[in-house]
């Protein structure tokens, strides 16, 4: 896997503190001058909220100090397999290799990648490699002729055979004084890179996800309406996340100023009325449905067929509720369906969202938290907290609605039925 050309895109769509937030990565640190850059990564990784465990063979420790890695990551760095105070279990290597979801091995030698790709297990990094069941991406960083050697070639593509990803390295002025390839990139693009390789392109491929968004409107005679400030920008915006990551998408949308989205199915209602029946329709097809839409919870008893005249000081409108859409969908919901309600709430909004999970037969809602500037209505930007039935909280800090589109899909993604 080369995964260069990828990592800028991705790096622009998806905030690093929402893709790295809780994972759980292992460093490998090898013997390079380029160890020192190995600092400023931990740094950024722990400030993304990432959980980093430091690997260090013997040699990298002549480069830059365990203390200082140690501090930074704040856990024990480990070396060698054996320790000499370790007096509990030997077995280390296999739950690190089994827990995590990367290894990144960066600055990586030649030796590394020698023995990685034979199968060597002389230290705790080597033997961690050989254990692990997580993606593992090694970032070599030597000297241009030690690069280009055959033997290094060879081995770089031994490691691409079992999968590992390689960031290659960049052309430059080396330590040894000579200009070429052979550079370890710097610290921002290695974590660019690594956030490339924990996100699964098409997650949502094989699924189909029915959404509403935008507000409806009830009409109280031909030319007036009963509606909100909704503008269907967040639905919209998972309407095309949802795309770009490979499912397929029916959109019930009510009245927006939005471009229609492509290669999105789309239908356009009014009414709670008939974004109620479009979703009943459409439900039995779909693997997942996402309620956005901003539905009015009441319309007109009766609408009146003209114009109503301006006659007395005051003008009472009879009112009834509109259908609980996502209700009715909660309702019909298959177990192999997954159903997600969004939540505006003004005060009390975890326990009121926790009730909706319950009453509307939800398997997560997303809350909007409108006491945050940047969050809510007609804002490019949102911050949320999305609720899990099973009692699990998932913070997504403020960040454009595209990013936050994306970290809901991401966040859904491992609990959607296998297609
Ligand atoms: O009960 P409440 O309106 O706060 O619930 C919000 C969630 O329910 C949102 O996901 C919204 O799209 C959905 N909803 C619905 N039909 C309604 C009212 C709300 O689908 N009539």
Redesign the pocket.
């Known amino acids: 896997m080369r995964i260069a050309s990828l990592m800028g895109r991705f790096f622009c769509a998806c905030p690093l503190k929402i893709m790295l937030q809780d994972k759980f990565i292992l460093l490998g640190i090898t013997g390079s001058i380029a160890a020192y850059k190995a600092a400023e990564l931990v740094r950024l990784l722990k400030k993304a909220d990432a959980k980093v465990q430091v690997l260090m063979t013997p040699d990298a420790e002549r480069f830059i100090p365990a203390l200082t890695l140690g501090t930074l990551s704040e856990s024990e760095v480990y070396s060698t397999v054996f320790s000499e105070h370790e007096t509990g279990s030997w077995t280390k290597h296999i739950a690190l290799g089994i827990s995590a979801d990367l290894l990144v091995i960066a600055p990586a030698t030649a030796q590394t990648i020698a023995k990685l790709a034979h199968g060597f297990c002389d230290s705790m990094l080597t033997a961690t490699a050989l254990a692990a069941r997580c993606p593992v991406m090694v970032c070599p960083a030597m000297d241009h002729d030690m690069y280009e050697h055959p033997a290094t070639q060879n081995n770089l593509s031994i490691l691409r055979s079992y999968g590992y990803a390689v960031l290659e390295p960049e052309h430059g002025e080396l330590a040894s004084g000579l200009i070429g390839k052979g550079r370890l990139p710097e610290p921002a693009q290695v974590v660019a890179a690594i956030t490339s390789v924990l996100t699964p392109k098409q997650p949502l491929l094989g699924q189909h996800l029915l959404l509403?968004a935008g507000p409806t409107r009830e009409a109280i005679d031909p030319v007036r309406y009963i509606s909100n400030h909704s503008t269907g920008t967040m639905g919209y915006a998972i309407a095309e996340t949802a795309r770009e990551m490979g499912a397929k998408v029916t959109l019930v949308t009510g009245p927006v100023s939005l471009p229609k989205p492509n290669g999105i199915e789309v239908i356009e209602i009014t009414s709670?009325a008939e974004m109620n029946q479009a979703v009943q329709e459409k439900l039995p097809e779909a693997t997942f449905m996402v309620?956005?839409?901003?539905?009015a919870?009441y319309a007109p008893a009766v609408v009146a067929s003209q114009k109503l005249k301006k006659k007395e000081e005051e003008l009472t409108v009879a009112l009834q509720k509109?259908?609980?859409?996502?209700?009715n969908a909660g309702l019909k919901k298959r177990p192999d369906q997954m159903l997600v309600?969004?939540?505006?709430e003004t005060h009390d909004a975890e326990a009121h969202a926790q009730g909706?999970i319950a009453r509307?037969n939800l398997d997560f809602i997303v809350l909007n938290d409108l006491t945050v500037p940047g969050a809510g209505f007609g804002t490019a930007t949102n911050q949320v907290v999305i609720l899990g039935k099973d009692g699990s909280r998932h913070e997504l800090p403020l960040a454009s609605k595209k990013e936050i589109a994306a970290g809901i899909l991401h966040h859904l993604a491992p609990f959607l039925p296998k297609p």
């Open positions: 509403t709670a309620a956005a839409a901003a539905v919870d509109t259908p609980d859409i996502l209700y309600g969004f939540a505006l909706k509307k």
